[in-house]
C-alpha cells in the first residue's frame, strides 16, 4: 500500500516562501501521478498543482500558477511544491495525492491515496 507523509508547513509572512515535501513509502511513485491540494476552514479540498509521472508535465490552478513549483526526485520517491510570493489567501492545509496511471488531474476525487496533510499558515 503506497503511504504518503507530508512535511514543510509552517508560518511565513506575506511574500514569503515555504518548500513541502511529499515522501512516498511502500510503493514506487512511478506509476503515479502526484497532486498537491488544499483545503482551508470551510472550504472545499482544491487542487493547486500535479506532475505526471511519465514525462514529468506540470499543471497548475490559475490561482498559484506563477508563484508554485512542483517537481519530484524520483531516486528519492519524494514530491515537492515550492511556494513563493505566498499570499494570506495561501492559508490552508496542504495534502498530497497519489493517482494511479499516466495522466492528470486537479480534481481530488481523482486520488487515491492521501496524505496526512501539512498546516501553511500566511500572516504578519
Known amino acids: 500500500q503506497l503511504q504518503l507523509v507530508e512535511s514543510g508547513g509552517g508560518l511565513v509572512q506575506p511574500g514569503g516562501s515555504l518548500r513541502l515535501s511529499c515522501a512516498a513509502s511502500g510503493y514506487s511513485l512511478d506509476y503515479y501521478a502526484i497532486g ?7 472550504k472545499e479540498r482544491e487542487g493547486v ?26 531516486a528519492k520517491d519524494t ?7 505566498l499570499k494570506p489567501e ?17 480534481h481530488p476525487f481523482e486520488y487515491t491515496y492521501w496524505g496526512q496533510g501539512t498546516q ?4 504578519s
Open 49 to 74: 498543482a500535479c506532475i505526471r509521472n511519465v514525462d514529468g508535465t506540470t499543471y497548475y490552478s490559475e490561482s498559484v500558477k506563477g508563484r508554485f513549483t512542483i517537481s519530484r526526485d524520483n
Open 90 to 106: 495561501d492559508t490552508a492545509v496542504y495534502y498530497c495525492g497519489a493517482m494511479p496511471g499516466s495522466s492528470w488531474s486537479l
Open 120 to 123: 501553511v499558515t500566511v500572516s
Open 36 to 42: 498537491w491540494f488544499r483545503q482551508a476552514p470551510g
Open 79 to 85: 514530491v515537492y511544491l515550492q511556494m513563493n510570493s
